[in-house]
């Protein structure tokens, strides 16, 4: 991909306040890696946004099952079931949520892919808090 973000022209990046007006939940971040949820999570919560983690596929859709969320931080290379499968289910089942995708695995393929399925933005790994801030406010 080009650079370390790829984003496609016309992202509809949600503000914290329209956040706060979706869903009081805030935040689901899909990661397998232990160290990006730990660090997205307080990243977001500094910015006065609830956060929640799921390890893979399997456990976010359960928790979308249990809460409501405004927004998602989905990695693609996940264990189980990948990203794209989850974004999938996601568009299909909860329609209002928004879906930022945060990989290491990103080509423009991919990216292009994912807006398909709805994702607002694409993210490469690794980001900068900035990167994450301009996406989700």
């Given amino acids: ?3 370390s973000s790829c984003r496609l022209p016309q992202s509809k990046a949600i ?17 397998g890696e232990k160290n990006i949820r730990l660090t997205l999570s307080k990243y977001l919560r500094n910015l006065n946004l ?10 976010a859709l359960a928790k979308l099952e249990q809460h409501s969320y405004a927004l998602i931080l989905l ?3 996940l264990p189980g079931m990948d990203g794209m499968d989850v ?3 996601v568009r299909e089942r909860w329609p209002a949520v928004q879906a930022i995708v945060v990989t290491a695995h990103g080509t423009i393929e991919l990216a292009v892919e994912a807006m ?3 994702a ?14 301009k996406a989700v406010t």
């Fill in 116 to 118: 398909k399925l709805g």
């Fill in 15 to 31: 503000g914290k306040e329209e956040m706060r007006e979706m869903d009081p939940d805030g935040v689901l971040i899909v990661d």
């Fill in 87 to 89: 974004l999938r289910t």
């Fill in 50 to 59: 609830k956060t929640d983690t799921a390890l893979n596929g399997e456990e």
């Fill in 1 to 3: 991909c080009c650079g």
């Fill in 120 to 133: 607002v933005d694409f993210i490469q790994k690794p980001f900068t808090p900035e990167e994450i801030q």
């Fill in 75 to 77: 990695d693609l290379k």
